[in-house]
């Protein structure tokens, strides 16, 4: 889930095996456990944003990308302004 290309085919597959979309809901996320603020690594803070804000956006990204010409809205609620 941290590669921004891997989004897209999520959604192109999830459409070819079901043809449409009702509903879906983007629910991800991961906690670096540390004492401490200053132990958590740059990697776990990576991997952090990758999950946690990436993945979220660039997956209601490539759903919205495959509805527009349909004439289907995306709405979304997200942790970031879109």
Do not use: C, W
Not at 3 to 25: P, S, Y
Not at 49 to 77: C, E, H, Q, W
Request: hydrophobic share 40%; charged share 20%.
């Amino acid at each position: 889930m941290r590669d921004k290309h891997h989004f897209q085919g999520i959604v192109e597959a999830t459409l070819d095996i079901f043809g449409h979309l009702e509903n879906t809901r983007n629910h991800v996320g991961v906690q670096a456990q540390q004492l401490s603020l200053l132990d958590i690594t740059d990697k776990q803070f990576d991997d952090i944003f990758k999950i946690n804000i990436y993945f979220p956006f660039y997956t209601t990204r490539a759903l919205t990308n495959s509805m527009i010409d349909s004439g289907i809205r995306v709405n979304t609620v997200t942790p970031i302004p879109v």
